[in-house]
């Protein structure tokens, strides 16, 4: 195996999906604990301004309690490095989630042992059945009195159509619960009541008629037999494909508060979980085992550091040996751009990125000249398809309270719509700039945000407006006789992109009617493919 071959094997490129509260966060942590990333539990979710680290960047994360940017953690664990993609739960930061989900191999879906399936959990599912992504479930939180465990794996099978099939069983569940007998490496791990951060190796048992259960067990263990009995006659055994190609995900039971069954999920993610695969493009597939480097923006985040007006672009490497100090092409413009200061996001602290392979994540920091789908590589003009872009469904004026600030409001709308954070639409008459978003909370991170890091208070107002569509086609006189006629209704993107503000549906209808040539579009794809 060559250097490339053996560096791609080892990674492991994926998302933790989940519901508020379901306790992504706790997992995130424990993951972090078990790599060696962090020393101490709680970092990842510490209060007051402890909190401010990892994955918690941005302001306004921690007024509201609540993850919004989606932030890249790296960490080696048995042989493998993962790079862990951390997501929004809250459902009105999809458009982050789904763009994130663009850019992993596999996901993690963690699910409250009392609630099972959840509606933010069922969104991102089906954003993960869309693209295939393999998912290995985490029922979690059985130190609770929960569901039954069958009657879990009958939900998730019935409401979400996939194969379930447990990896591990629970001991009892509640104050009852003792631990778990890990079914793929034959193991009864039990956990420490006393001291939740010791988590013994476990007694490796040979099968579960060995008589240590007994010893271990006493009484509870004949209905560990029986449970399992009856779930293995219920459900199919693994079949490594099926859940590979998305059909089927192993499910292990834990509570990650209690640090309990993280270590089985992470080995079971080494062992499992695939490899970094191919990445579509216009014009073929990029395999990871190539040798030239190419990658994706997934992402673009402003502001990190209040202190550096930096902005950082997200970049899945799809092929090749990245090192630092590499010149690529930037495909959108042609360009070439030194990789003098690529970032690598270990989870203790922002590294220099040295060498990075497929599946790995680096950080580019930049002036705002690379956007979301654009393309790095070698020289190949190369389009990734397949990132998503989103149609803004509310729209609102928005305005500075310092009147005379108008021109800065522009800046930092402009940088904020190349970001990703929102649609930014100036009409063609007048002097007001509109928003477009997919969830309202996004008008409150966008005000908290632009006060803070452009120092310019803002506030947003309703407009009577239905939505956007971009206007298209390839006949260029055409839009402008368009844009001349409906003076009164068009705008401007952020990059100069024609836009219809439609008053109402039957306005829209109109105007598709009175312009058959025009194309309306719902989104101004990224990659030249459709929205998932
Ligand atoms: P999220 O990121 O998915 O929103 O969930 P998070 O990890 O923040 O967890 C949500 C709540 O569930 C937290 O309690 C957390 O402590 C709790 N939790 C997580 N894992 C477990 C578990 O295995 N067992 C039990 N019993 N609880 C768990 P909180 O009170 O909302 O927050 P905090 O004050 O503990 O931070």
């Known amino acids: 195996m060559n250097d490339i071959a053996a560096e791609v094997a080892r990674r492991r ?119 295939d992504v393999p998912i290995v479930t985490f029922i979690n939180k059985m130190d609770r009195e929960g569901r039954e465990s069958f009657d879990l794996l009958d939900e998730i099978e019935q409401s979400l159509a996939l194969d379930v099939t447990p990896a591990s069983w629970p001991i009892g569940m509640g104050r009852r619960f003792q631990g778990c007998y890990d079914l793929f490496s034959d ?157 690598l996001f270990l989870a203790q602290d922002r590294g220099t990125a040295e060498d990075a392979y497929a599946g790995d994540i680096i950080g580019l920091p930049n002036h705002g000249n690379l956007h979301i789908g654009d393309a790095l590589t070698e020289g190949e003009a190369l389009t990734f398809t397949g990132i998503p872009s989103f149609a803004p469904e509310l729209l609102q004026r928005v305005a500075p309270d310092d009147p005379m600030k108008a021109k800065h409001l522009g800046r930092a709308l402009q940088q904020l719509a190349e970001e990703g954070a929102a649609s930014v639409f100036k009409p063609r008459l007048g002097a007001n700039w509109y928003v477009g978003v997919v969830g309202a909370l996004q008008f409150d991170v966008l005000a908290d945000r632009i006060a803070a890091e452009y120092e310019l208070p803002v506030h947003f107002e309703a407009s009577s407006l239905y939505t956007a569509r971009w206007v298209q086609s390839d006949d260029e006189a055409l839009l402008k006789r368009f844009a001349d006629k409906e003076r009164a209704v068009v705008a401007d993107d952020h990059e100069g992109g024609l836009v219809l503000l439609a008053r109402n549906a039957w306005h829209l209808d109109d105007l598709a009617r009175d312009w058959p040539d025009l194309r309306f579009a719902a989104t101004k794809d990224q990659t030249g493919d459709q929205a998932a």
């Open 13 to 131: 490129t994926f998302a933790i999906i989940a519901h508020p509260d379901a306790g992504k966060t706790t997992l995130t942590e424990k993951l972090l604990l078990f790599g060696g990333a962090i020393q101490l539990a709680g970092a990842v979710k510490a209060k007051g301004d402890a909190r401010r680290v990892h994955s918690d960047w941005m302001k306004v994360e921690r007024e509201r309690g609540i993850s919004v940017a989606t932030s890249v953690m790296t960490f080696d664990y048995s042989d493998c490095t993962f790079n862990l993609l951390d997501t929004p739960g809250h459902q009105d930061f999809s458009e982050d989630t789904y763009r994130t989900l663009t850019a992993v191999d596999s996901a993690v879906m963690v699910l409250d042992a009392a609630r099972g399936i959840q509606e933010q959990t069922r969104k991102l599912f089906e954003v993960c059945r869309l693209r």
């Open 187 to 343: 193991r009864l791990v039990l956990m420490d009541k006393a001291d939740k951060n010791v988590i013994s190796e476990g007694e490796v048992c040979s099968g579960l008629d060995d008589s240590k259960l007994d010893a271990l067990l006493g009484n509870s263990a004949d209905t560990l037999r029986e449970e399992i009995e009856m779930a293995q006659g219920l459900c199919p055994p693994f079949d490594a494909q099926a859940y590979r190609e998305g059909h089927m995900t192993p499910v292990y039971f834990g509570s990650a508060i209690n640090n309990f069954g993280v270590r089985e999920l992470l080995a079971g993610l080494a062992r499992l979980a695939p490899p970094p695969g191919p990445r579509p493009s216009l014009t073929r597939p990029v395999q990871p085992l190539e040798s030239k480097v190419s990658g994706f923006i997934f992402k673009i985040q402003a502001n990190m550091d209040p202190k550096h007006r930096d902005r950082m672009a997200f970049m899945r490497i799809c092929s090749g040996h990245f090192r630092k100090g590499m010149k690529l092409k930037h495909v959108r413009s042609g360009k070439q751009i030194n990789m003098h200061n690529p970032v």
